[in-house]
Antibody, heavy 119, light 111 residues
Framework: QVQLQESGPGLVKPSATLSLTCAVS??????????WGWIRQPPGKGLEYIGF???????YYNPSLKSRVTMSVDTSTHQFSLSLTSVTASDTAVYYC???????????WGQGTLVTVSS | QTVVTQEPSFSVSPGGTVTLTCGLN?????????PSWYQQTPGQAPRTLIY???TRSSGVPDRFSGSILGNKAALTITGAQADDECDYYC???????????FGGGTKLTVL
């Protein structure tokens, strides 16, 4: 059973870069079946798609965040990462990493990690 | 800008049936949007219930079902139970499946 685990700083200063990593265990990150991605949820609010990355490195970002988002995948360490630049308080959220397949299925979710943007 | 619409809240009696919907601010939802549905209890990660309109995710009981009703996607819960009381989100795939948009969620009350 594949498991996903987010890691990264819980507090980021305004205008800085938010960086998170998701460790994949129990399955291959190099599988051509899956996309790896990030979804966030501000406190008390709904879910927001950030983007997905394929093992080959192809990326698919939310157009509203595209100018600030970079995702990468490291098949050697079985991890994928999110970088979000120029953060503001509105980027405060629980960030979930996830695994998806074509056809609209997110079949695995990480437990989520809260990132607060504050000075 | 694509906006996915959901009822903010809904209530159902224990044992009853409820249908939650997922629409688009412009246009109709179709199977090509691969509608999916997620259940979330407070403090927990979402749980995937339905994908590709009407396919139940592994382990999801058959009292949860998905469909297209008119111009919207729909999630029907039959025989509602107390622990069905939580938030439900839908998501639609746009742009050929590379861009997902989530609805604002429906808070379901069972009483």
């Amino acid at each position: 059973q594949v498991q996903l685990q987010e890691s990264g700083p819980g507090l980021v200063k305004p205008s800085a870069t938010l960086s998170l990593t998701c460790a994949v265990s129990g399955g291959s990150i190099s599988s051509s079946t899956y996309f790896w991605g990030w979804i966030r949820q501000p406190p008390g609010k709904g879910l927001e798609y950030i983007g997905f990355i394929y093992y080959s490195g192809n990326t698919y970002y939310n157009p509203s965040l595209k100018s600030r988002v970079t995702m990468s995948v490291d098949t050697s360490t079985h991890q994928f990462s999110l970088s979000l630049t120029s953060v503001t308080a509105s980027d405060t959220a629980v960030y979930y990493c996830a695994r998806a397949v074509a056809g609209g299925l997110i079949d695995q979710w990480g437990q989520g990690t809260l990132v607060t943007v504050s000075s | 800008q694509t906006v996915v619409t959901q009822e903010p809240s809904f209530s159902v009696s224990p044992g009853g049936t409820v249908t939650l919907t997922c629409g688009l601010n412009s246009g109709s939802v179709s199977t090509s949007n691969y509608p999916s549905w997620y259940q979330q209890t407070p403090g927990q990660a979402p749980r995937t219930l339905i994908y590709s309109t009407n396919t139940r995710s592994s382990g999801v009981p058959d009292r949860f079902s998905g469909s297209i009703l008119g111009n919207k996607a729909a999630l029907t819960i039959t025989g509602a139970q107390a622990d069905d009381e939580c938030d439900y989100y839908c998501a639609l795939c746009m742009g050929g499946g590379t861009h997902w948009v989530f609805g604002g969620g429906t808070k379901l009350t069972v009483l």
